[in-house]
T-cell receptor
Framework: GAGVSQTPSNKVTEKGKYVELRCDPI?????LYWYRQSLGQGPEFLIY????????DSGLPNDRFFAVRPEGSVSTLKIQRTERGDSAVYLC????????????FGEGSRLTVL | ELKVEQNPLFLSMQEGKNYTIYCNYS?????LYWYRQDPGKSLESLFV???NGAVKQEGRLMASLDTKARLSTLHITAAVHDLSATYFC??????????WGAGTKLIIKP
């Protein structure tokens, strides 16, 4: 596919469970970002990868959140011991490099924690 | 800490009218982005503004950037219903993060 692909599109889970959200960026894009968007708000930065390494994870809200990008392409956002407050749309974006600036977003993964 | 404010947050207007959305930010930055979001959809890039005085136009939308005033505007000319959406501005804080405004929900009535 030509765009950023995210799976699952919807995830409903129970409080305390573990979830993984996957992002497949545009081929050749080295920069990958995770954002979280709550209803009626702008996206909130979580983490940025340049290649395989997390260049900035300062947006992760606590240590229940973790993300990896082992081969510099697909990334997985992992959330342990989910809480109701984690419910949001998790957006992934990629760009060719950090300096090209323009981000291309996926459709998002809507997480609902019951 | 960089803060981004948009106004108005909600705008209802008639087709055919002109209006402007404003984006103010609090610290120096030379990169600003405008995105569109339709309900339940992801974010679509509209404009990337990279320098003071930059002006870009696409159809009925025109965006400009004044880095000295720390202000960007998104101007809508002769609005049509298809432009109904939420519009976000986002400012690069030079630490690989985009700081986003709260969004302007635009409703254009026939």
């Amino acid at each position: 596919g030509a765009g950023v692909s995210q799976t699952p599109s919807n995830k409903v889970t129970e409080k305390g469970k573990y979830v993984e959200l996957r992002c497949d960026p545009i081929s050749g894009h080295t920069a990958l970002y995770w954002y979280r968007q709550s209803l009626g708000q702008g996206p909130e930065f979580l983490i940025y990868f340049q290649g395989t390494g997390a260049a900035d994870d300062s947006g992760l809200p606590n240590d229940r959140f973790f993300a990896v990008r082992p081969e510099g392409s697909v990334s997985t956002l992992k959330i342990q011991r989910t809480e109701r407050g984690d419910s949001a749309v998790y957006l992934c974006a990629s760009s060719l490099t950090r300096d090209t600036g323009e981000l291309f977003f996926g459709e998002g993964s809507r997480l609902t924690v019951l | 800490e960089l803060k981004v404010e948009q106004n108005p947050l909600f705008l209802s207007m008639q087709e055919g009218k002109n209006y402007t959305i404003y984006c103010n930010y609090s610290t120096t930055s030379d990169r600003l982005y405008w995105y569109r979001q339709d309900p339940g959809k992801s974010l679509e890039s509209l404009f990337v503004l990279l320098s003071n005085g930059a002006v870009k136009q696409e159809g009925r939308l025109m965006a400009s950037l004044d880095t000295k005033a720390r202000l960007s505007t998104l101007h809508i000319t002769a609005a049509v219903h298809d432009l109904s959406a939420t519009y976000f501005c986002a400012v690069d804080d030079s630490n690989y993060q985009l700081i986003w405004g709260a969004g302007t929900k635009l409703i254009i009535k026939p």
